[in-house]
C-alpha cells in the first residue's frame, strides 16, 4: 500500500524517466461536493495515487453533474494531460450523465478495461454492476470514469494501477511487452 492506502508501490513524484513528462487530471462529479454541502474523498484518493505512479497532478477538479462535467473534460484535454479520470456521474440517478458526456469525446473505446472495472466491483459489491463508466482515449490521453463512491474508486485504482505502465507506452508510442 502507498501512503495514500492506495494499492501499488509508492513512487517518486514525476522523477522517473519515462513518467517525469506525464501529467494527470482528476475530475469530481457531483452537485453536493461543488456547492460546499459535501465532502469529496474520491478526488484526493485518485490525486495520490497518481503523484504516487510518477504523474504531476493539481488538485481535483469538483464540477456539479451533467454539462459541467463535460466542460471540464474539455478544458482538460485542452492541456493534452497523459490521463483524466473521472469519479461520480457513472450511476442511474436523473443527474447521472458523466458516460454520455465522455463517450463522445472518445475517439478509441477500451471495453475491457470498462469489463475489468464492473466486474473488481461486483466481486465484493453486486449493485456495482450498474456503474455505466466509460473508457477510451483521445489522441494520447487515455480517459476513464469511475464510480463516485470510496469503494468504486478502491475498485477502479486496483484494476488500473498494474495497467497503467504499459497503457501510458503505447500511447506515447513505445512497444514493449
Do not use: K, Y
Request: include cysteine; proline fraction near 8%.
Amino acid at each position: 500500500m502507498s501512503e495514500h492506502g492506495t494499492p501499488g508501490t509508492a513512487r517518486p513524484h514525476a522523477t522517473d524517466a519515462g513518467t517525469a513528462h506525464r501529467r494527470a487530471v482528476v475530475i469530481v462529479a457531483s452537485t453536493r461536493a461543488a456547492a460546499g454541502q459535501a465532502e469529496d474523498t474520491t478526488g484526493p484518493a485518485l490525486v495520490g495515487w497518481l503523484r504516487d505512479r510518477g504523474f504531476a497532478v493539481p488538485q481535483p477538479v469538483v464540477v456539479a453533474d451533467g454539462e459541467p462535467v463535460r466542460d471540464a473534460l474539455l478544458a482538460a484535454l485542452i492541456g493534452h494531460p497523459r490521463v483524466v479520470v473521472t469519479t461520480g456521474g457513472t450511476g442511474l440517478s436523473p443527474t447521472d450523465h458523466t458516460p454520455e458526456l465522455t463517450e463522445p469525446l472518445l475517439e478509441r473505446r477500451l471495453p475491457g478495461v470498462v469489463h475489468a472495472l464492473a466486474a473488481r466491483g461486483a466481486s465484493s459489491t453486486p449493485t456495482a454492476v450498474l456503474s455505466r463508466g466509460v473508457a477510451g482515449t483521445v489522441g494520447r490521453t487515455f480517459v476513464v470514469n469511475l464510480p463516485g463512491s470510496v469503494g468504486g474508486v478502491r475498485d477502479g485504482i486496483a484494476v488500473l494501477d498494474p495497467i497503467l505502465e504499459h497503457l501510458c507506452g503505447q500511447l506515447e508510442g513505445r512497444h514493449e511487452h
